[in-house]
Nanobody
């Protein structure tokens, strides 16, 4: 699965960004069979899971983003969206889209989110 991430940018504390992950070259039936997730990696830190959404649209979130971020998927458009609200400086990182099924795993190219105070 080829993933294209977009929507990053620079915002001030308390701002919002809408990150989008698309799989334009993947047919609908294949995309819908993947669990999708957003990860992030800040400078000098390990990559961490931010939010995930299963094929049945069950979601899970890192404790640090609960109540502020929301992940959704649109299988018909082959996209996954991460709505980020009330952003904090600690949210500054490169955000990566991830797709996984039982045998394969794919990563997008990453999109930078910078939150300044």
């Amino acid at each position: 699965v080829q993933l294209q991430a977009s929507g990053g940018g620079s915002v001030q504390v308390g701002g919002s960004l809408r990150l989008r992950c698309a799989a334009p070259r993947t047919i609908f039936s294949v995309f819908s069979s993947f669990d999708m997730a957003w990860y992030r990696q800040a400078p000098g830190k390990q990559r961490e899971l931010v939010a995930g959404i299963t094929t049945r649209s069950n979601t899970n979130y890192a404790d640090s983003v609960k109540g502020r971020f929301a992940i959704t998927r649109d299988n018909s458009r082959k996209t996954v969206t991460l709505q980020t609200n009330d952003l904090k400086p600690d949210d500054t990182a490169v955000y990566y889209c991830n797709a996984k099924d039982g045998t394969t795993e794919s990563w997008g190219q990453g999109t930078q989110v910078t939150v300044s105070s």
